[in-house]
T-cell receptor, first 111, second 114 residues
């Protein structure tokens, strides 16, 4: 019940395309769903986050879509660029308590 | 503002030894969390400290411990090292009340146990 399942494990997208990463959770008590971006040799950086009372949140080229009934949320990267090549982690947490991360998606954008 | 700093960046230890890792949070941040990152298990929460008190703890054995000082700097200790402890250990800090919601990660300490 504490798991966050992330897919795909790896993703290759052409420059200018849309990258889509999906996550699913079980625990309906989760109230915060962030996405992190990690470059090699660096720590994860918070990219965008959403609360379950909102179905979509957009920041620049990054959009989170949230489906509460399906217990799924996804990250869309529009107009993907080579600089977006990184590992992306979804996560979920509740009551400002411990956070559970997905296993990560290694994204590669072809130039 | 300077980001979260972690020292050392790389460390090689022998099985059975103990190790102490250090984390300096962003100035003004009072919450510090620690994570273990491995290829197999991914990112796993170790514990969180706020105002020198451990506020949350993940599912790790008692060999993993930590503390926080009055200046919010934090240390993590692993005793009786095992090969499976080889990992990237990440520290993250956040503002008072931010908890895990608005975390800023450091670059991590790469620990190798031989």
């Amino acid at each position: 019940q504490q798991q966050v399942k992330q897919s795909p494990q790896s993703l290759i997208v052409q420059k200018g395309g849309i990258s889509i990463i999906n996550c699913a959770y079980e625990n309906t008590a989760f109230d915060y769903f962030p996405w992190y971006q990690q470059f090699p040799g660096k720590g994860p950086a918070l990219l965008i986050a959403i609360r379950p009372d909102v179905s979509e949140k957009k920041e620049g080229r990054f959009t989170i879509s949230f489906n509460k009934s399906a217990k799924q949320f996804s990250l869309h990267i529009m107009d993907s660029q080579p600089g977006d090549s990184a590992t992306y982690f979804c996560a979920a947490s509740f009551r400002d308590d411990k956070i559970i991360f997905g296993k990560g998606t290694r994204l590669h954008i072809l130039p | 503002k300077a980001g979260v700093t972690q020292t050392p960046r790389y460390l090689i230890k022998t099985r059975g030894q103990q190790v102490t890792l250090s984390c300096s949070p962003i100035s003004g941040h009072r919450s510090v969390s620690w994570y273990q990152q491995t290829p197999g298990q991914g990112l796993q929460f170790l514990f969180e400290y706020f105002s020198e008190t451990q506020r949350n703890k993940g599912n790790f054995p008692g060999r993993f411990s930590g503390r926080q000082f009055s200046n919010s700097r934090s240390e993590m200790n692993v005793s009786t090292l095992e090969l499976g402890d080889s990992a990237l250990y990440l520290c993250a800090s956040s503002l008072e009340g931010g908890g895990i919601y608005e975390q800023y990660f450091g670059p991590g300490t790469r620990l190798t146990v031989t």
